[in-house]
């Protein structure tokens, strides 16, 4: 299973992108996916994910009402739509797979079995 980020780049405050993980090797289909987070120094923190099914959404309370994770399971894509962004954004994100976890254990890393290998984002003041 190979996961690709993709979307990262240099934005202002204020501005939107959308980061793409899409997963190679098999279906997303009652797969946890998750996009964590990782800025120099700091440990690596969970934003938002997806627990099995579309309709099972979770979100870092930083994130909360500004970030959307979604997943197309046709195309084998998750999405983070990331709208006013703010400096504290700032790091690399990662998008994770998980085929077997469990609810509890959503925002810790060590519990997802597949990494993709990180997109940077940067948001000026």
């Known amino acids: 299973v190979q996961l690709q980020a993709s979307g990262g780049g240099l934005v202002q405050a204020g501005d939107s992108l959308r980061l793409s993980c899409a997963v190679a090797?098999?279906?997303?289909?009652?797969?946890?996916m998750a996009w964590f987070r990782q800025a120099p120094g700091m440990e690596r923190n969970f934003v938002a994910g997806?627990?099995?099914?579309?309709?099972?959404?979770y979100y870092a309370d930083s994130v909360k009402g500004r970030f959307t994770i979604s997943r197309d399971n046709a195309k084998n894509t998750v999405y983070l739509q990331m709208n006013t962004l703010k400096p504290d954004d700032t790091a690399v994100y990662y998008c994770?797979?998980?085929?077997?976890?469990?609810?509890?254990?959503?925002?810790?890393?060590?519990?997802?079995?597949?990494w993709g290998q990180g997109t940077q984002v940067t948001v000026s003041s």
């Open positions: 090797g098999r279906t997303l289909s009652g797969v946890s």
């Open positions: 994770a797979a998980a085929p077997r976890l469990i609810l509890s254990n959503l925002g810790v890393p060590s519990a997802y079995d597949y």
């Open positions: 997806i627990f099995r099914s579309a309709s099972n959404t």
